[in-house]
């Protein structure tokens, strides 16, 4: 296979190296063959081992933990194609790090989002792919051009599979998320509820409000991003409390720092249902209610339209 303009090289960081074997393969296309080493010192160092001069070549890294390390590993090999001439750069970004820095939470704070997309962009990237952004206006953030590819299909392949669509019900773990569930509900033409999360004073616990009938229903969670798993595992409570038959969970990213993983296993939930965007850890491998939903097949088909110069919008219509 090859783009419209040179040859397609696909270049892997250390980030998520089963991803990226599993793109590759579904291109039909080997890794470019490179060198992504440390130094004694912990400085990293990249050289490519083929010709990439006039390729279109694509950096498959997420920007996960450690996000610093791994956002340092994206930048060093752009800086590496772009002075071995590549004709066009773009980031493949599974997991963008820092999308949750995406405004001013307080005075005094800085917008990282911000500040690592103008460092991708300078570093000399030429183009974005990134899956499920934590807010869509990040896009902007990008003085180039951004293709921010969806989970939702592959989701809702898996859900129609698995589930009577008649006694399930889509719901948002907080408000923030109801837009993101309310457009799974809708491809899936089930009813939609809220868990609305509130502290009523500082050092309480949260309060959760369901709102919307879940009783008698299977509830589906759905979320761009699972970090600890204290809100999902607190919503599945407060589901199950209010009738609900079983709760599972979508999220597209799962992050699952520190106990996390033992957190869910521990919990409620029937089953949590994750992309590997991120490598997943032994302790997210190892829980028997986590499962992985591979997205190497969405990405693959992404990489093709843009090296043809086709387009990827009409992979989610």
Do not use: W
């Amino acid at each position: 296979m090859s783009a419209k303009n040179g040859s397609i090289k696909l270049v892997a960081g250390n980030s998520n190296p089963a991803l990226a074997q599993a793109i590759a393969q579904g291109l039909d296309l080997p890794l470019t063959k490179a060198v992504v080493r440390r130094f004694a010192d912990m400085e990293i160092f990249v050289e490519i081992q083929e010709n990439v001069r006039g390729s279109d070549a694509f950096v498959i890294q997420s920007t996960s933990f450690p996000a610093n390390d791994h956002l340092m590993e994206l930048l060093i090999i752009t800086d590496a194609l772009r002075r071995s001439s590549a004709r066009r750069i773009t980031a493949v970004l599974p997991y963008f790090g820092y999308a949750r820095q995406d405004r001013k939470s307080g005075s005094r704070t800085p917008i990282s989002a911000k500040l690592v997309a103008n460092m991708i962009t300078q570093a000399g990237v030429d183009r974005v792919m990134t899956l499920d952004l934590h807010a869509g206006q990040i896009q902007g953030f990008f003085d180039i051009p951004t293709d921010n590819l969806f989970a939702a299909p592959l989701m809702v392949r898996d859900i129609k599979d698995k589930f009577d669509l008649t006694k399930t019900m889509v719901v948002s773990p907080d408000v923030g998320g109801v837009a993101r569930a309310r457009g799974l509900a809708k491809r899936i033409n089930t009813p939609l509820a809220i868990v609305d999360k509130r502290r009523e004073r500082p050092g309480e616990s949260e309060v959760m409000n369901v709102i919307g009938e879940v009783s008698g229903h299977t509830c589906i969670l759905v979320d761009d991003i699972v970090d600890s798993g204290g809100t999902l595992v607190n919503a599945a409570d407060a589901l199950l409390a209010k009738g609900a038959k079983d709760v599972y969970a979508y999220i597209t990213h799962g992050v699952l720092s520190g106990g996390a993983a033992a957190r869910i296993a521990g919990s409620r939930l029937k089953e949590l249902v994750i992309t590997d965007s991120i490598l997943p850890t032994d302790a997210v491998t190892k829980a028997p209610n986590i499962r992985t939903l591979p997205i190497a097949s969405l990405i693959s088909d992404a990489i093709a339209r843009t090296a043809a110069e086709e387009s990827v919008s009409s992979l989610f219509d």
